[in-house]
């Protein structure tokens, strides 16, 4: 007998929400983003940098820069001459996902709780799923932005996705590409 449980149907939801890309941002002042000209990229605290999940990527900072100049903003070296002072750094973990069969193949759960006619009672049997457990690692894009004259947090901006850094260059390239879109489209005043 082949039937889907509300089990399945719920891990079912839950794999398809995983891969996805989590974006969240918070403004923290009542700044105007429609005055920014210039900026400047500052490094991570020493701290942050030192940290064994900490990963910078040269095609990072290359798709944040492409994203900022489309936005009209132009990148100086001098804090002087900028308006904003921006930070990157993306954070990596691995998580846990579970796959089940493809689609052409049936998807049978079976377990919970269960009847027996031989003893004639009720009792309670683990599920036996035909998913399989793999580890991907998650990074987490984390971007900030400061007043260069007061040195105020003005925003703050998280986009969290899947990464896999073994594939080509090119790929990941393409990857770091999508997040820098989705991240820099969250910063206010465009």
Not at 15 to 44: E, G, I, M
């Amino acid at each position: 007998m082949k039937f889907i449980t509300p089990l399945a149907l719920t891990l079912g939801l839950l794999l398809c929400s995983c891969s996805s890309t989590k974006v969240r941002s918070n403004k923290k002042t009542d700044y105007d983003f429609k005055l920014v000209k210039t900026y400047q990229w500052v490094p991570a605290s020493e701290e942050i940098q030192e940290e064994d999940d900490t990963y910078l990527n040269n095609s990072m900072a290359d798709a944040l820069n492409n994203q900022l100049t489309a936005r009209g903003w132009q990148q100086v070296e001098q804090a002087a001459e900028a308006d904003i002072q921006l930070t990157y750094y993306i954070k990596l973990k691995e998580q846990k996902e579970y796959a089940g069969p493809g689609p052409n193949e049936a998807h049978q759960v079976q377990g919970g709780v269960t009847y027996s006619k031989d003893s004639k009672s009720w009792g309670y049997k683990e599920p036996d799923t035909n998913l399989s457990l793999y580890l991907v690692e998650i990074g987490t894009l984390h971007l900030q932005i400061t007043d260069t004259e007061f040195g105020d947090l003005l925003w703050t901006g998280t986009l969290e996705t899947q990464l896999d850094r073994s594939t080509p260059v090119e790929k990941q390239k393409e990857v770091m590409q999508k997040m820098a879109r989705k991240i820099i489209a969250k910063v206010p005043g465009k």
